[in-house]
Protein backbone atom coordinates (compact mmCIF):
# COMPACT_ATOMS: atom_id res chain seq x y z
CA UNK A 1 0.00 0.00 0.00
CA UNK A 2 2.92 2.52 1.00
CA UNK A 3 4.10 2.29 -2.96
CA UNK A 4 0.96 3.30 -4.57
CA UNK A 5 1.45 7.00 -4.18
CA UNK A 6 5.11 6.53 -5.48
CA UNK A 7 4.29 4.79 -7.99
CA UNK A 8 1.52 7.42 -8.98
CA UNK A 9 3.65 10.74 -8.15
CA UNK A 10 6.14 8.84 -10.88
CA UNK A 11 3.78 7.91 -13.67
CA UNK A 12 2.23 12.17 -13.05
CA UNK A 13 6.10 12.77 -13.97
CA UNK A 14 6.49 10.91 -16.38
CA UNK A 15 3.02 12.29 -18.24
CA UNK A 16 4.36 15.89 -17.44
CA UNK A 17 7.81 15.05 -18.79
CA UNK A 18 5.87 13.14 -22.30
CA UNK A 19 3.52 16.25 -22.16
CA UNK A 20 5.96 18.88 -22.06
CA UNK A 21 7.94 17.71 -24.82
CA UNK A 22 5.26 17.77 -27.42
CA UNK A 23 6.12 19.63 -30.86
CA UNK A 24 3.92 22.41 -31.11
CA UNK A 25 3.47 25.89 -28.15
CA UNK A 26 -0.11 24.87 -27.64
CA UNK A 27 0.53 21.07 -26.38
CA UNK A 28 3.31 22.58 -24.60
CA UNK A 29 1.28 25.66 -22.32
CA UNK A 30 -1.45 22.55 -21.77
CA UNK A 31 -1.60 21.19 -18.54
CA UNK A 32 -0.94 17.49 -18.03
CA UNK A 33 -3.75 15.68 -17.56
CA UNK A 34 -5.49 14.88 -14.19
CA UNK A 35 -4.70 11.27 -12.54
CA UNK A 36 -7.93 9.73 -11.91
CA UNK A 37 -9.59 6.13 -10.68
CA UNK A 38 -12.38 4.88 -13.53
CA UNK A 39 -14.49 2.09 -13.75
CA UNK A 40 -15.99 0.84 -16.67
CA UNK A 41 -20.28 0.33 -16.68
CA UNK A 42 -21.21 -2.89 -17.23
CA UNK A 43 -24.66 -4.58 -17.19
CA UNK A 44 -24.95 -6.83 -14.24
CA UNK A 45 -28.14 -9.03 -12.20
CA UNK A 46 -28.70 -6.20 -9.61
CA UNK A 47 -31.05 -6.45 -6.54
CA UNK A 48 -34.96 -4.53 -7.91
CA UNK A 49 -34.93 -2.62 -4.69
CA UNK A 50 -37.59 0.32 -4.57
CA UNK A 51 -38.28 3.07 -1.66
CA UNK A 52 -42.12 3.86 -0.56
CA UNK A 53 -43.17 6.05 1.92
CA UNK A 54 -45.97 4.38 4.65
CA UNK A 55 -46.87 4.15 8.36
CA UNK A 56 -47.11 1.70 10.66
CA UNK A 57 -50.61 -0.18 11.63
CA UNK A 58 -51.39 -2.51 14.35
CA UNK A 59 -53.03 -6.04 13.12
CA UNK A 60 -55.41 -5.72 15.78
CA UNK A 61 -57.42 -2.87 16.93
CA UNK A 62 -59.97 -3.22 19.24
CA UNK A 63 -62.37 -0.17 20.28
CA UNK A 64 -63.43 -0.85 23.86
CA UNK A 65 -66.94 0.46 24.42
CA UNK A 66 -69.93 0.02 27.27
CA UNK A 67 -72.14 -2.61 27.08
CA UNK A 68 -74.53 -1.18 29.69
CA UNK A 69 -75.53 1.79 31.65
CA UNK A 70 -74.29 3.33 34.40
CA UNK A 71 -72.01 5.41 35.82
CA UNK A 72 -67.82 5.17 35.87
CA UNK A 73 -66.39 4.49 39.25
CA UNK A 74 -62.96 4.06 38.84
CA UNK A 75 -60.28 3.11 36.13
CA UNK A 76 -58.53 -0.06 36.62
CA UNK A 77 -55.34 0.43 34.16
CA UNK A 78 -52.13 2.48 33.70
CA UNK A 79 -53.01 4.16 30.38
CA UNK A 80 -50.00 3.31 27.86
CA UNK A 81 -49.40 -0.11 29.59
CA UNK A 82 -49.86 -3.11 28.04
CA UNK A 83 -52.32 -5.47 29.16
CA UNK A 84 -53.23 -9.30 28.45
CA UNK A 85 -56.80 -10.29 27.05
CA UNK A 86 -59.48 -9.71 29.80
CA UNK A 87 -57.56 -8.05 31.80
CA UNK A 88 -60.18 -5.31 34.08
CA UNK A 89 -59.80 -2.03 32.82
CA UNK A 90 -62.97 0.31 34.44
CA UNK A 91 -65.45 -0.22 36.85
CA UNK A 92 -69.27 0.80 36.71
CA UNK A 93 -71.65 1.02 39.48
CA UNK A 94 -73.17 -2.00 39.59
CA UNK A 95 -75.44 -1.72 42.86
CA UNK A 96 -78.45 -1.35 40.42
CA UNK A 97 -77.54 -4.56 38.63
CA UNK A 98 -76.63 -6.59 41.74
CA UNK A 99 -80.08 -6.13 42.89
CA UNK A 100 -81.74 -6.82 39.36
CA UNK A 101 -79.66 -10.33 39.71
CA UNK A 102 -81.35 -10.93 42.87
CA UNK A 103 -85.16 -10.15 41.52
CA UNK A 104 -84.53 -12.75 38.77
CA UNK A 105 -82.94 -14.97 41.49
CA UNK A 106 -86.07 -14.65 43.34
CA UNK A 107 -88.35 -14.57 40.28
CA UNK A 108 -86.56 -17.85 39.25
CA UNK A 109 -87.13 -19.78 42.97
CA UNK A 110 -90.88 -18.67 43.02
CA UNK A 111 -91.55 -20.35 39.01
CA UNK A 112 -89.24 -23.46 40.31
CA UNK A 113 -91.96 -23.73 43.66
CA UNK A 114 -94.64 -23.69 41.28
CA UNK A 115 -93.45 -25.79 38.90
CA UNK A 116 -92.79 -28.21 41.66
CA UNK A 117 -96.59 -28.19 43.04
CA UNK A 118 -97.42 -28.13 39.46
CA UNK A 119 -95.34 -31.40 39.33
CA UNK A 120 -96.47 -32.92 42.61
CA UNK A 121 -100.85 -32.34 41.55
CA UNK A 122 -99.62 -34.43 38.22
CA UNK A 123 -98.17 -37.07 40.12
CA UNK A 124 -101.39 -37.21 42.32
CA UNK A 125 -103.62 -36.95 39.52
CA UNK A 126 -102.34 -39.99 37.12
CA UNK A 127 -103.01 -43.10 39.22
CA UNK A 128 -106.61 -41.44 39.57
CA UNK A 129 -106.95 -40.87 35.90
CA UNK A 130 -107.43 -44.51 35.48
CA UNK A 131 -109.64 -45.59 38.00
CA UNK A 132 -112.02 -42.35 37.16
CA UNK A 133 -111.74 -41.08 40.47
CA UNK A 134 -111.16 -37.71 38.45
CA UNK A 135 -112.20 -36.30 35.05
CA UNK A 136 -109.98 -36.56 32.41
CA UNK A 137 -110.48 -32.95 31.74
CA UNK A 138 -109.20 -31.91 35.61
CA UNK A 139 -106.07 -33.83 34.47
CA UNK A 140 -105.60 -32.41 31.26
CA UNK A 141 -105.77 -29.01 33.38
CA UNK A 142 -103.12 -30.24 35.82
CA UNK A 143 -100.32 -31.01 32.89
CA UNK A 144 -101.49 -27.87 31.31
CA UNK A 145 -100.37 -25.70 34.43
CA UNK A 146 -97.17 -28.18 35.02
CA UNK A 147 -96.59 -26.97 31.24
CA UNK A 148 -96.76 -23.59 32.39
CA UNK A 149 -94.79 -23.41 35.41
CA UNK A 150 -91.69 -25.25 33.26
CA UNK A 151 -92.08 -22.71 30.87
CA UNK A 152 -91.83 -19.52 33.38
CA UNK A 153 -88.63 -21.60 34.79
CA UNK A 154 -87.04 -21.40 31.52
CA UNK A 155 -87.99 -17.86 31.20
CA UNK A 156 -86.79 -17.14 35.41
CA UNK A 157 -83.72 -19.19 34.02
CA UNK A 158 -82.84 -16.39 30.87
CA UNK A 159 -83.52 -13.49 33.47
CA UNK A 160 -81.27 -14.75 35.73
CA UNK A 161 -78.38 -15.69 32.78
CA UNK A 162 -79.09 -12.09 31.40
CA UNK A 163 -78.81 -10.22 34.53
CA UNK A 164 -75.88 -11.95 35.48
CA UNK A 165 -74.34 -10.68 32.17
CA UNK A 166 -75.84 -7.47 33.02
CA UNK A 167 -73.63 -7.47 36.23
CA UNK A 168 -70.59 -8.80 34.45
CA UNK A 169 -70.64 -5.94 31.56
CA UNK A 170 -70.28 -3.71 34.39
CA UNK A 171 -66.60 -4.45 34.56
CA UNK A 172 -64.83 -3.48 31.23
CA UNK A 173 -61.99 -5.64 30.47
CA UNK A 174 -59.79 -5.80 27.76
CA UNK A 175 -60.96 -7.67 24.10
CA UNK A 176 -57.43 -8.69 23.35
CA UNK A 177 -53.85 -8.21 24.58
CA UNK A 178 -51.87 -5.05 23.47
CA UNK A 179 -50.84 -1.92 24.38
CA UNK A 180 -53.79 0.02 25.93
CA UNK A 181 -54.28 3.37 25.25
CA UNK A 182 -55.81 6.36 27.33
CA UNK A 183 -58.97 6.77 28.79
CA UNK A 184 -61.75 8.75 26.70
CA UNK A 185 -64.06 8.88 30.01
CA UNK A 186 -63.58 9.55 33.57
CA UNK A 187 -64.82 8.75 36.59
CA UNK A 188 -68.17 9.72 37.04
CA UNK A 189 -69.09 9.89 33.81
CA UNK A 190 -72.27 8.04 32.61
CA UNK A 191 -71.72 5.53 29.79
CA UNK A 192 -74.61 4.12 27.69
CA UNK A 193 -75.01 0.79 25.87
CA UNK A 194 -77.46 1.89 23.46
CA UNK A 195 -75.00 4.95 22.30
CA UNK A 196 -71.95 2.40 22.54
CA UNK A 197 -69.91 4.95 24.68
CA UNK A 198 -66.46 4.89 23.44
CA UNK A 199 -64.07 4.31 26.90
CA UNK A 200 -60.22 3.47 25.27
CA UNK A 201 -58.82 1.53 22.57
CA UNK A 202 -56.65 -1.42 22.77
CA UNK A 203 -54.12 -1.78 20.15
CA UNK A 204 -51.67 -5.43 19.65
CA UNK A 205 -48.29 -4.37 19.16
CA UNK A 206 -46.36 -7.77 17.92
CA UNK A 207 -46.95 -8.46 15.34
CA UNK A 208 -47.55 -5.07 13.11
CA UNK A 209 -48.26 -3.96 10.03
CA UNK A 210 -46.10 -1.32 7.60
CA UNK A 211 -49.02 -0.13 4.49
CA UNK A 212 -47.43 1.66 1.87
CA UNK A 213 -48.80 3.18 -0.78
CA UNK A 214 -47.26 2.45 -5.32
CA UNK A 215 -48.66 3.99 -8.21
CA UNK A 216 -50.30 1.70 -10.11
CA UNK A 217 -48.46 2.30 -13.36
CA UNK A 218 -45.25 1.21 -11.18
CA UNK A 219 -46.58 -2.47 -10.29
CA UNK A 220 -47.96 -2.69 -14.24
CA UNK A 221 -44.06 -2.29 -15.00
CA UNK A 222 -43.33 -4.75 -12.89
CA UNK A 223 -45.84 -7.09 -13.48
CA UNK A 224 -44.46 -6.81 -17.28
CA UNK A 225 -40.84 -6.95 -16.03
CA UNK A 226 -41.53 -10.19 -14.94
CA UNK A 227 -43.60 -11.85 -17.70
CA UNK A 228 -40.56 -10.58 -19.74
CA UNK A 229 -38.27 -12.53 -17.95
CA UNK A 230 -36.50 -9.23 -17.13
CA UNK A 231 -37.33 -9.19 -13.70
CA UNK A 232 -36.68 -12.74 -11.49
CA UNK A 233 -39.28 -12.98 -8.58
CA UNK A 234 -40.64 -16.20 -7.42
CA UNK A 235 -43.24 -15.21 -5.50
CA UNK A 236 -44.90 -11.82 -4.00
CA UNK A 237 -44.72 -13.17 -0.64
CA UNK A 238 -40.31 -13.49 -1.31
CA UNK A 239 -40.90 -9.90 -1.64
CA UNK A 240 -38.16 -8.44 1.29
CA UNK A 241 -39.08 -5.06 3.17
CA UNK A 242 -36.38 -2.82 5.25
CA UNK A 243 -37.72 -0.53 7.43
CA UNK A 244 -36.06 3.08 7.75
CA UNK A 245 -37.33 4.91 11.01
CA UNK A 246 -37.93 8.54 11.22
CA UNK A 247 -34.11 9.19 13.08
CA UNK A 248 -33.02 7.68 9.88
CA UNK A 249 -31.71 4.52 11.74
CA UNK A 250 -32.80 0.81 10.40
CA UNK A 251 -35.00 -1.35 12.17
CA UNK A 252 -32.73 -4.47 12.58
CA UNK A 253 -35.64 -6.95 11.42
CA UNK A 254 -36.82 -7.25 8.28
CA UNK A 255 -40.29 -8.19 6.79
CA UNK A 256 -42.54 -9.30 3.98
CA UNK A 257 -45.06 -8.51 2.21
CA UNK A 258 -48.54 -10.29 3.15
CA UNK A 259 -50.71 -7.92 0.84
CA UNK A 260 -51.00 -6.81 -2.18
CA UNK A 261 -54.68 -4.74 -3.18
CA UNK A 262 -56.53 -5.64 -5.87
CA UNK A 263 -58.15 -2.64 -6.34
CA UNK A 264 -56.49 1.37 -7.76
CA UNK A 265 -57.70 4.02 -5.65
CA UNK A 266 -59.28 6.32 -7.92
CA UNK A 267 -58.06 9.54 -5.78
CA UNK A 268 -54.80 8.37 -6.11
CA UNK A 269 -53.79 6.01 -8.88
CA UNK A 270 -52.06 4.17 -6.38
CA UNK A 271 -52.55 0.10 -5.03
CA UNK A 272 -51.60 -0.45 -1.18
CA UNK A 273 -48.82 -2.52 -0.40
CA UNK A 274 -48.56 -4.69 3.32
CA UNK A 275 -45.50 -6.38 4.77
CA UNK A 276 -45.78 -7.54 8.62
CA UNK A 277 -43.02 -7.40 10.70
CA UNK A 278 -42.34 -8.15 14.67
CA UNK A 279 -42.23 -5.58 17.26
CA UNK A 280 -38.80 -6.01 18.45
CA UNK A 281 -38.51 -3.69 22.14
CA UNK A 282 -41.96 -2.02 20.73
CA UNK A 283 -40.12 0.18 18.44
CA UNK A 284 -42.63 0.36 15.77
CA UNK A 285 -46.11 2.02 17.39
CA UNK A 286 -49.21 2.45 15.27
CA UNK A 287 -49.42 6.06 13.48
CA UNK A 288 -46.25 5.81 12.50
CA UNK A 289 -44.28 7.17 9.77
CA UNK A 290 -41.47 4.88 7.99
CA UNK A 291 -39.67 4.47 4.41
CA UNK A 292 -39.58 0.86 3.40
CA UNK A 293 -36.84 -0.76 1.28
CA UNK A 294 -38.93 -2.91 -0.78
CA UNK A 295 -36.60 -5.74 -2.39
CA UNK A 296 -38.90 -7.53 -5.31
CA UNK A 297 -36.26 -10.06 -7.28
CA UNK A 298 -33.38 -9.34 -8.79
CA UNK A 299 -33.37 -7.54 -12.68
CA UNK A 300 -31.12 -8.75 -15.08
CA UNK A 301 -29.78 -6.37 -17.07
CA UNK A 302 -28.87 -3.63 -14.66
CA UNK A 303 -26.44 -1.01 -13.84
CA UNK A 304 -24.53 -0.33 -10.34
CA UNK A 305 -22.17 2.05 -9.30
CA UNK A 306 -19.91 2.73 -5.82
CA UNK A 307 -21.50 5.24 -3.85
CA UNK A 308 -18.31 7.31 -4.09
CA UNK A 309 -18.95 8.14 -7.89
CA UNK A 310 -22.24 10.09 -7.41
CA UNK A 311 -22.09 13.95 -6.90
CA UNK A 312 -25.26 15.54 -5.24
CA UNK A 313 -26.47 19.33 -5.87
CA UNK A 314 -29.86 18.97 -3.43
CA UNK A 315 -31.61 16.12 -5.22
CA UNK A 316 -29.86 16.07 -8.36
CA UNK A 317 -27.41 13.20 -9.15
CA UNK A 318 -24.47 13.46 -11.53
CA UNK A 319 -21.56 11.11 -11.97
CA UNK A 320 -18.08 12.70 -14.49
CA UNK A 321 -17.77 10.58 -17.64
CA UNK A 322 -14.48 9.88 -18.63
CA UNK A 323 -13.81 10.02 -22.63
CA UNK A 324 -12.28 8.21 -24.83
CA UNK A 325 -10.18 11.39 -26.40
CA UNK A 326 -9.54 11.69 -22.06
CA UNK A 327 -11.96 15.45 -22.07
CA UNK A 328 -14.11 15.06 -18.88
CA UNK A 329 -17.57 15.40 -19.35
CA UNK A 330 -20.79 15.25 -16.25
CA UNK A 331 -23.82 13.78 -17.13
CA UNK A 332 -27.04 13.67 -14.90
CA UNK A 333 -27.87 10.04 -13.77
CA UNK A 334 -31.19 8.73 -12.06
CA UNK A 335 -30.32 6.71 -9.30
CA UNK A 336 -32.77 4.42 -7.59
CA UNK A 337 -31.50 2.75 -3.98
CA UNK A 338 -29.15 1.71 -3.14
CA UNK A 339 -27.04 -1.89 -2.04
CA UNK A 340 -24.80 -1.75 0.23
CA UNK A 341 -22.17 0.60 -1.38
CA UNK A 342 -23.28 0.89 -4.50
CA UNK A 343 -25.75 2.88 -5.64
CA UNK A 344 -28.24 1.43 -8.69
CA UNK A 345 -28.48 3.48 -11.63
CA UNK A 346 -31.62 3.53 -13.28
CA UNK A 347 -30.48 6.01 -16.18
CA UNK A 348 -28.08 8.12 -17.48
CA UNK A 349 -24.84 5.79 -18.27
CA UNK A 350 -24.48 3.23 -21.38
CA UNK A 351 -22.26 0.18 -21.04
CA UNK A 352 -19.08 0.75 -21.78
CA UNK A 353 -18.68 4.40 -20.54
CA UNK A 354 -15.70 5.03 -17.92
CA UNK A 355 -16.97 6.54 -15.20
CA UNK A 356 -14.66 8.71 -12.18
CA UNK A 357 -15.01 7.02 -9.36
CA UNK A 358 -11.58 8.81 -7.38
CA UNK A 359 -10.12 12.21 -8.29
CA UNK A 360 -13.79 13.99 -9.99
CA UNK A 361 -12.42 16.83 -7.11
CA UNK A 362 -10.02 17.64 -8.86
CA UNK A 363 -11.39 17.97 -12.57
CA UNK A 364 -14.06 19.58 -14.28
CA UNK A 365 -16.10 18.93 -17.32
CA UNK A 366 -14.12 19.72 -20.44
CA UNK A 367 -10.21 19.13 -18.61
CA UNK A 368 -8.16 16.53 -19.57
CA UNK A 369 -8.02 12.93 -17.53
CA UNK A 370 -6.23 10.08 -17.58
CA UNK A 371 -6.91 6.36 -15.45
CA UNK A 372 -4.23 5.70 -13.11
CA UNK A 373 -3.72 2.23 -14.37
CA UNK A 374 -3.19 3.86 -18.00
CA UNK A 375 -1.10 5.98 -16.59
CA UNK A 376 1.17 3.60 -15.10
CA UNK A 377 0.94 1.99 -18.15
CA UNK A 378 2.25 5.02 -20.02
CA UNK A 379 5.18 5.64 -17.37
CA UNK A 380 6.32 2.13 -17.90
CA UNK A 381 6.57 2.53 -21.91
CA UNK A 382 8.53 5.71 -21.59
CA UNK A 383 10.39 4.12 -19.15
CA UNK A 384 11.69 1.42 -21.56
CA UNK A 385 11.68 3.58 -24.64
CA UNK A 386 14.26 5.62 -22.11
CA UNK A 387 16.17 2.73 -21.63
Do not use: H
Amino acid sequence: MSNKPAAGAGALAALTLLWSCGPSKDQAAAPPPVIVQTVVVREQTVPNIGELPGRIQAVRTAEVRARTDGIVQRRLYEEGSIVAEGAPLFQIDPRDYRAQLDQARGTLQRALALRNNAASVVRRYNPLVGQRAISGQEFDSARSDLAQAEAQVTEGRAALARAQLQLDYTIIRAPISGRVGRAEVTEGALVSASQATLMTRVDQISPVYAVFSESSSAILTLQQQARSGELKISSPSAVTVQLVLENGSTYPIPGRVDFTDTTVDPTTGSQTIRAQFDNIGGLLAPGQFVRGRLEAGTLANGIMLPARALQFKGEQASVSILGKDGNVTARPVTPGSMAGKYWIIRSGVRPGERVIVQGWQKVRPGQKAMDAADAKKAAAAADRKGG
